[in-house]
């Protein structure tokens, strides 16, 4: 275990170019316990999904986030909001299906102007988030 003495927070990786640049080619293949079925099954059953609004902080591809939204637009009033702070993983959600994804800092949230968000803004029934609070080193508890 190594000790920090000088009490520095750790860097931050909201500016972190070499995951963000083009990670969305890699991503579905390399860490595939975010993506797989056998992994995402049990916490997607867990979420237990149904016509609702959801919010998915750290969309990635939005393999996952498309799955959900499958799941909540079976009947009328389901959405997905997809948020991710690396644009060319939104961009990447945004070929999967998902086409009002958009970039954000999950440790400072805010909504896009309206001219490119149409989407709900307030009034969600749950949040999901699958392999993100570990990258939110700047301000872990005000994730949360």
Known sequence: MTVNPAKEPPPST???ASFSQ???????????FVCSTAYTSPVL??????PE????????SGQVSVTIEKAVKQKEGGYVAAA???QSMVEKARTKGLPEAFVCDIQD???????????PR????????NATLHWCKRDPAGVI
Not at 22 to 32: E, F, G, R
Not at 53 to 60: A, H, N, S
Not at 111 to 119: A, V
Request: hydrophobic residues 30%; negative net charge.
């Open 22 to 32: 083009d990670s969305s080619a890699l991503y579905n293949n390399n860490p595939n």
């Open 45 to 50: 059953e867990l979420l237990a999904a149904k």
């Open 109 to 119: 949230f805010t909504f896009p102007p309206p001219n490119e968000y149409d989407g």
């Open 122 to 129: 307030e009034g969600f029934d749950a949040v999901f988030t």
């Open 84 to 86: 991710d702070f690396s």
């Open 53 to 60: 609004k959801i919010v998915d902080f750290g969309c990635g």
């Open 14 to 16: 909201s500016s972190d």
